[in-house]
Protein backbone atom coordinates (compact mmCIF):
# COMPACT_ATOMS: atom_id res chain seq x y z
CA UNK A 1 0.00 0.00 0.00
CA UNK A 2 1.49 3.31 -1.05
CA UNK A 3 1.47 5.93 1.28
CA UNK A 4 1.81 9.36 -0.24
CA UNK A 5 3.11 12.84 1.63
CA UNK A 6 1.77 16.24 0.42
CA UNK A 7 3.28 19.22 1.67
CA UNK A 8 1.64 22.62 -0.28
CA UNK A 9 4.27 25.04 -0.54
CA UNK A 10 2.93 28.61 -1.08
CA UNK A 11 6.12 30.87 -0.56
CA UNK A 12 9.69 31.15 0.57
CA UNK A 13 9.47 30.81 4.12
CA UNK A 14 7.41 27.49 3.31
CA UNK A 15 10.41 25.63 2.01
CA UNK A 16 12.32 25.12 4.72
CA UNK A 17 9.91 23.34 6.93
CA UNK A 18 8.95 21.71 4.23
CA UNK A 19 11.94 20.46 3.18
CA UNK A 20 12.50 19.31 7.14
CA UNK A 21 9.36 16.72 6.91
CA UNK A 22 10.15 15.42 3.94
CA UNK A 23 13.68 14.54 5.10
CA UNK A 24 12.40 13.11 8.51
CA UNK A 25 9.69 10.96 6.32
CA UNK A 26 12.43 9.78 3.98
CA UNK A 27 15.11 9.00 6.87
CA UNK A 28 12.34 6.19 8.51
CA UNK A 29 11.04 5.08 5.10
CA UNK A 30 14.48 4.01 3.93
CA UNK A 31 15.68 3.05 7.37
CA UNK A 32 12.23 0.97 7.57
CA UNK A 33 13.67 -0.53 3.77
CA UNK A 34 11.14 1.71 2.06
CA UNK A 35 12.78 3.39 -0.99
CA UNK A 36 10.73 6.43 -1.93
CA UNK A 37 10.18 9.04 -4.85
CA UNK A 38 10.38 13.68 -4.58
CA UNK A 39 7.73 14.78 -7.07
CA UNK A 40 7.08 18.63 -7.44
CA UNK A 41 4.00 19.00 -8.75
CA UNK A 42 1.16 22.18 -9.34
CA UNK A 43 -2.04 21.66 -7.35
CA UNK A 44 -4.61 20.94 -10.42
CA UNK A 45 -7.61 22.82 -10.37
CA UNK A 46 -10.15 22.15 -7.57
CA UNK A 47 -13.93 20.54 -7.81
CA UNK A 48 -15.51 24.11 -7.31
CA UNK A 49 -13.51 25.64 -10.46
CA UNK A 50 -14.57 22.68 -12.61
CA UNK A 51 -18.30 23.38 -11.59
CA UNK A 52 -18.22 26.73 -11.98
CA UNK A 53 -16.58 26.44 -15.40
CA UNK A 54 -18.91 23.55 -16.58
CA UNK A 55 -21.86 26.15 -15.23
CA UNK A 56 -20.98 28.97 -17.27
CA UNK A 57 -20.10 26.88 -20.26
CA UNK A 58 -23.76 25.67 -20.31
CA UNK A 59 -24.94 28.84 -19.88
CA UNK A 60 -22.93 30.38 -23.15
CA UNK A 61 -24.08 27.15 -25.34
CA UNK A 62 -27.78 27.78 -23.95
CA UNK A 63 -27.83 31.18 -24.36
CA UNK A 64 -25.53 31.26 -27.94
CA UNK A 65 -24.78 28.18 -29.44
CA UNK A 66 -27.77 26.17 -29.26
CA UNK A 67 -26.97 24.67 -32.88
CA UNK A 68 -24.04 22.97 -31.72
CA UNK A 69 -23.51 20.43 -29.33
CA UNK A 70 -23.01 21.19 -25.56
CA UNK A 71 -19.34 19.22 -25.96
CA UNK A 72 -18.78 20.89 -29.45
CA UNK A 73 -19.25 24.21 -27.80
CA UNK A 74 -16.92 23.19 -25.00
CA UNK A 75 -14.20 22.32 -27.52
CA UNK A 76 -14.13 25.59 -29.28
CA UNK A 77 -14.03 27.56 -26.06
CA UNK A 78 -11.03 25.41 -24.47
CA UNK A 79 -9.26 25.61 -28.10
CA UNK A 80 -9.94 29.36 -28.37
CA UNK A 81 -9.00 29.76 -24.35
CA UNK A 82 -5.53 27.55 -24.93
CA UNK A 83 -4.69 29.70 -28.47
CA UNK A 84 -5.48 32.75 -26.33
CA UNK A 85 -3.09 31.63 -23.56
CA UNK A 86 -0.43 30.83 -26.09
CA UNK A 87 -0.22 33.91 -27.89
CA UNK A 88 0.14 35.80 -24.48
CA UNK A 89 2.74 33.35 -23.76
CA UNK A 90 1.76 31.50 -21.56
CA UNK A 91 1.00 27.86 -22.87
CA UNK A 92 -1.17 25.44 -21.01
CA UNK A 93 0.91 23.02 -19.03
CA UNK A 94 -0.97 20.60 -21.08
CA UNK A 95 -1.74 21.83 -24.28
CA UNK A 96 -3.40 19.99 -27.57
CA UNK A 97 -1.54 18.38 -30.26
CA UNK A 98 -1.38 17.60 -33.81
CA UNK A 99 -1.54 14.16 -35.01
CA UNK A 100 -1.48 12.64 -38.44
CA UNK A 101 -4.07 9.95 -39.19
CA UNK A 102 -2.19 7.31 -41.56
CA UNK A 103 -5.17 6.05 -42.75
CA UNK A 104 -7.31 9.10 -44.17
CA UNK A 105 -3.91 10.91 -44.68
CA UNK A 106 -5.47 14.59 -42.90
CA UNK A 107 -4.34 16.22 -39.74
CA UNK A 108 -6.35 15.58 -36.65
CA UNK A 109 -6.19 17.99 -33.96
CA UNK A 110 -6.90 16.81 -30.32
CA UNK A 111 -8.05 19.91 -28.10
CA UNK A 112 -6.54 20.19 -24.35
CA UNK A 113 -8.45 18.89 -21.74
CA UNK A 114 -9.86 20.44 -19.12
CA UNK A 115 -9.08 17.36 -16.81
CA UNK A 116 -5.36 18.05 -16.79
CA UNK A 117 -5.62 22.37 -16.25
CA UNK A 118 -3.86 23.45 -13.27
CA UNK A 119 -5.28 25.82 -10.48
CA UNK A 120 -4.20 28.69 -11.85
CA UNK A 121 -5.40 27.95 -15.69
CA UNK A 122 -8.69 26.82 -14.02
CA UNK A 123 -8.98 30.27 -12.83
CA UNK A 124 -7.53 32.02 -15.74
CA UNK A 125 -10.31 29.83 -17.72
CA UNK A 126 -13.03 31.50 -15.56
CA UNK A 127 -12.04 34.59 -16.55
CA UNK A 128 -11.66 34.04 -20.03
CA UNK A 129 -15.50 32.12 -20.03
CA UNK A 130 -16.62 35.44 -18.22
CA UNK A 131 -15.01 37.87 -20.93
CA UNK A 132 -16.67 35.27 -23.62
CA UNK A 133 -19.94 35.57 -21.91
CA UNK A 134 -20.00 39.29 -21.71
CA UNK A 135 -19.44 39.82 -25.35
CA UNK A 136 -22.50 37.79 -26.16
CA UNK A 137 -24.78 39.07 -23.69
CA UNK A 138 -25.01 35.66 -21.38
CA UNK A 139 -27.28 36.52 -18.31
CA UNK A 140 -25.37 34.22 -15.86
CA UNK A 141 -27.87 31.51 -14.24
CA UNK A 142 -27.79 31.00 -10.87
CA UNK A 143 -26.24 27.92 -11.45
CA UNK A 144 -22.99 29.65 -12.48
CA UNK A 145 -23.56 32.32 -10.04
CA UNK A 146 -23.96 30.15 -7.02
CA UNK A 147 -20.44 28.13 -8.32
CA UNK A 148 -19.50 31.49 -8.75
CA UNK A 149 -19.98 32.72 -5.27
CA UNK A 150 -18.20 29.18 -3.97
CA UNK A 151 -15.31 29.79 -6.23
CA UNK A 152 -14.75 33.19 -4.32
CA UNK A 153 -15.11 32.37 -1.26
CA UNK A 154 -12.61 29.11 -1.76
CA UNK A 155 -10.33 31.69 -3.58
CA UNK A 156 -10.59 34.24 -0.83
Not at 3 to 26: G, M, N, T
Not at 45 to 65: G, L, P, T, V
Request: hydrophobic share 35%; glycine share 6%.
Amino acid sequence: MSKELVIPVASPADYSPAIERVKSAATKGVQGGRPFEIAIRYPSKSRIQEEKYHAMIHDIHRQCFRGYSAEGVKAVLVNQFAREMEEAGTPLAHPGERVWDWQTQEPVYVRPSTKGFLKSEASQFVEFLYSVGTEYGVAWSDKAMKAYEEYREVAA
